[in-house]
C-alpha cells in the first residue's frame, strides 16, 4: 500500500497530529457539489496524507447534511486509496466503555438516504458487493496499531447508522442493544458504500463517547469530565509517532 495516498475522515482537531508536516489546505470542485471542507495535504511518518475535517472547520454540518459523495469523489480525484474514518459513537453494550475504540466490520443502516449514498442511479444502473463493508486488511492494521498504542480496542462489531440530529428514543436504544449490536452512530454508513463504489479501502475507529439511552445512568456523557490524556482522540493523533502505523 507504499504507493497509494492514505486518506483520514474525522474531526477537526486531529489535524493537529505531532509530525504532519508540509501541510497545504486544497479545494476540490467535484461534480456532486460541494465536500465538507477543502481538503488538508501533507506527509506523516513518510506517508502521502489527505485529510478531510468531515463536519466543517467549526463543525457546522449535521450528519443528514453531509455530502457523501462529494467527499469521496475528491478524496478518490486526490490518489486516496486507503481511507480512515475517525468517529465518535454511541456504546450499545456494556462492554464498550466510554473512550474504548471498537474496530468495526459491520453496519446496520437505519438512515433514509439511500440516494445520498451511492454515485450510481440517474442513469447508471450498477450493483456492487457490500457483504464485507469494511477493509479487512485496513481494519487488521488498525487494530495492531490501536493495541500497540496501548488503547482499549475491540476487534469487530456492528454500527447502526442511524439519522440525526435527535439521538435514539429509548425503545429504539433498547431494541439496538437487545438485538446486540455494538455501536450507534450518524455518519459511516454513506461514506464506506460510496468509498467501496469507488473502490477506496475504508475502515472505522468507532470512538465510543458514551453510553446510548438504552443505560438509563450516564453520566459518562456530561457529568463527569474525562481526562484530555485518557480520551480516544488523544491516542488517534499521538499514534503518528508509533510504528506499525497504517500511515
Not at 229 to 242: A, E, L, V
Request: include cysteine; aromatic fraction near 8%.
Amino acid at each position: 500500500m507504499s504507493k497509494y495516498k492514505i486518506g483520514i475522515v474525522g474531526g477537526t482537531g486531529l489535524y493537529h497530529i505531532e509530525g504532519f508536516t508540509r501541510q497545504q489546505w486544497v479545494k476540490v470542485k467535484t461534480p456532486f457539489g460541494r465536500p465538507s471542507d477543502d481538503f488538508l495535504t501533507g506527509r506523516l511518518a513518510g506517508r502521502e496524507v489527505v485529510f478531510l475535517p468531515r463536519h466543517g472547520r467549526g463543525h457546522r454540518i449535521l450528519p443528514s447534511e453531509l455530502n457523501h459523495r462529494a467527499n469521496l469523489w475528491a478524496l478518490k480525484k486526490l490518489g486516496v486509496q486507503w481511507l480512515i474514518s475517525v468517529s465518535a459513537v454511541g456504546s450499545l453494550q456494556e462492554k464498550y466503555q466510554p473512550c474504548d475504540i471498537v474496530v468495526i466490520d459491520q453496519f446496520l443502516d437505519r438512515t433514509k438516504q439511500s440516494l445520498n449514498h451511492t454515485f450510481f442511479g440517474r442513469g447508471i444502473v450498477a450493483h456492487i458487493a457490500f457483504a464485507t463493508p469494511i477493509s479487512e486488511e485496513l481494519r487488521q492494521i488498525l487494530v495492531r496499531t490501536a493495541r500497540a498504542a496501548r488503547a482499549r480496542v475491540h476487534d469487530g462489531g456492528t454500527y447502526v447508522c442511524m439519522e440525526g440530529p435527535a439521538f435514539s428514543t429509548r425503545a429504539e436504544s433498547l431494541a439496538n442493544h437487545a438485538a446486540g449490536h455494538d455501536v450507534i452512530g450518524m455518519t459511516n454508513l454513506g461514506e464506506a458504500k460510496c468509498a467501496r463504489e469507488a473502490e477506496i479501502a475504508y475502515a472505522t475507529l468507532a470512538m465510543a463517547t458514551d453510553y446510548d439511552c438504552w443505560k438509563e445512568d450516564r453520566r459518562n456523557r456530561i457529568g463527569k469530565p474525562i481526562p484530555r490524556s485518557r480520551t480516544p482522540f488523544s491516542r488517534t493523533k499521538n499514534s503518528g509517532r508509533r510504528k506499525p502505523s497504517p500511515t
